[in-house]
């Protein structure tokens, strides 16, 4: 056994509690779009399915979204998340958009899939708008 902490599951290559545990776990809240999309990847990962509700802006959130999001936790078992590009979504933007492929097995098969995400400032924080960037 090592000693190292655990790394991140967004593939960042940063320790759990560096990366995205200081969101999902610790409660801050990310100052970049990315960060956040990197947190929701972790959190689906960890099925904490409240991270994800919470962090979904509130007119994105149709009344089957908790649904939606448990089905996707329990039926997808997401294996790596490559950020391909994004476009505002720093510090001082209001929207933002990240481009990625995440790999995941389902059934058994392996898959793809890409989107270009939209975020959105909500209260002074990020959160995830829908899959049309
Ligand atoms: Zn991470």
């Not at 399915?49 to 078992?77: C, G, Q």
Request: aromatic share 10%.
């Amino acid at each position: 056994m090592s000693d190292e902490p655990p790394t991140c599951q967004c593939g960042s290559g940063d320790s759990l509690a560096d990366c995205c545990g200081r969101f999902v776990d610790a409660g801050q809240a990310p100052e970049t779009a990315e960060q956040l999309m990197r947190s929701r990847f972790t959190a689906y990962c960890r099925k904490n399915i409240d991270y994800l509700v919470n962090s979904t802006h509130p007119d994105a959130r149709s009344k089957r979204l908790r649904e939606e999001i448990e089905e996707t936790a329990e039926k997808i078992k997401w294996t790596s998340l490559e950020v391909v590009s994004t476009s505002q979504g720093r510090a001082k933007d209001k929207i933002g958009k990240v481009e990625f492929i995440a790999d995941y097995e389902f059934n058994g098969e392996r898959k793809t899939h890409r989107e270009r995400s939209r975020f959105r400032r909500f209260q002074g924080k990020w959160t995830y708008l829908d899959d049309r960037g």
